[in-house]
């Protein structure tokens, strides 16, 4: 155990957290900056990274894309969180907790802004109707799977990931607490998936693409050095099941790309990811 810490009375914030993200974290809101965002010609403005709750937005605008629905063309700009892009005033002004993914829906007569990547996705789906079922028990099954993994994602990614990857130093308390939260969520889900195809049954929907992008870095190994080693997650046979099905879809494909640094870090039109795949055969 590490030295034990006796809080003061009052906090006050005179030293930086240490750490990964130490030189962005800070306990005020509000621009540091003033910048206007960009603004493309197509009726959805997405601002993100592929972080997790990145790459949520892509990968349904994708898939809307996929089934058909012409008018989920989309502009995508990076916004660099290491950087911090996300206090621009510009961005502020579209998201008031900076925190990416931001959306500016321009389809209607007034611009209309969204945030949170659930906020998003369901906006989203109830805009074309797709992606989320039209019963009332369907809908109630998604938005508890959906609301579920929003509020599970802290645990996963600020709790266990911060701490087992980020922390300047290694806290056992801290990290065997949130491995047992990460490895009790990965259990909800497994069970769920043994009984059901996808989270809210049969049909995939925005809660699988919500819980997709946290889960599935995880499991493959690509998020937080040895954290599926160190968390056994090749344990959870239903939920590999599921990544491997959602993996193999072509708009999940793209839409990881988006804003990602080895992808597209913007994108204006589907033409962007054939040029992307031509520069990697290139290379290759």
Known sequence: ????????????????????????????????????????????????????????????????????????????????????????????????????????????????????????????????????????SGRAECLSWLFWQMGSAPFIGGGFGHFYAYAPIKIEYAINRYAMETKRLFDVADRRLAESRFLAGDDYSIADIATFTWLSGLYRGDAYGEARQFLSLQEYQHVGRWIAEIDARPAVKRGRLVNARNGLLERHSAADFDTLAQEAASVG
Request: charged letters at 15%.
């Open 1 to 136: 155990m590490s030295q034990e810490y006796t809080p003061p009375p009052v906090w006050t914030w005179d030293a930086p957290s240490g750490g990964a993200f130490a030189n962005i974290n800070r306990p005020i809101a509000g621009a540091t900056h003033e910048l206007e965002l960009p603004v493309g010609e197509h009726p959805f403005q997405l601002y993100s990274l592929a972080t997790p709750n990145g790459q949520k937005a892509g990968i349904l605008f994708e898939e809307l894309l996929a089934a058909g629905h012409a008018a989920a063309e989309y502009d995508a700009w990076t916004i660099n969180i290491g950087e911090g892009q996300q206090f621009s005033s510009g961005f502020v002004a579209v998201n008031p907790n900076s925190k990416i993914p931001a959306l500016l829906d321009r389809s209607g007569a007034q611009p209309i802004r969204v945030f949170e990547s659930g906020a998003i996705l369901l906006h989203l789906a109830e805009k074309f109707g797709a992606f989320i079922p039209t019963t009332p």
